[in-house]
C-alpha cells in the first residue's frame, strides 16, 4: 500500500506509517513524504485548521498514484471561553 502525506516532519510520518498499520493490519505500507502546502494562515484558526489539512492531502493527490493521501495541520480553536490548540488529519482515496 503506498501512501503520501503532506509533511516531512519524520515524526509525523512515523505516525502516519504506524496508524496504517495497526488499523489496516499491513505490514508492506510504503509512505513518501511530500512538503505540501497547507494554503492557511501560518497559526490557523477555527475552519482554517481542517481546510489546511484538506489541502494538503489534495496538493498531495495531485503528485503520483497512491492509495491515501494525507495532510495534518494543527491550530488554534476556541471554545468554552478559551484558546486550544486542535490538529487535524485528512486523507482522501
Known amino acids: 500500500m503506498k501512501i503520501i ?13 504506524s496508524i496504517f498499520q495497526e488499523i489496516m493490519k499491513l505490514d508492506d505500507v510504503e509512505v513518501v513524504a511530500h512538503n505540501a502546502e ?37 491550530g488554534l480553536v476556541e471554545r468554552y471561553g478559551n484558546m486550544f490548540e486542535e490538529a487535524w488529519a485528512v486523507y482522501i482515496q
Open 5 to 17: 502525506v503532506g509533511t516531512k516532519n519524520a515524526k509525523k510520518v512515523e505516525t502516519v506509517t
Open 38 to 74: 497547507s494554503k492557511v494562515p501560518e497559526a490557523p484558526h477555527d475552519r482554517e485548521t481542517y481546510e489546511g489539512a484538506l489541502n494538503r492531502a489534495i496538493e498531495c493527490s495531485q503528485l503520483e498514484t497512491a492509495d491515501y493521501f494525507v495532510g495534518l495541520e494543527s
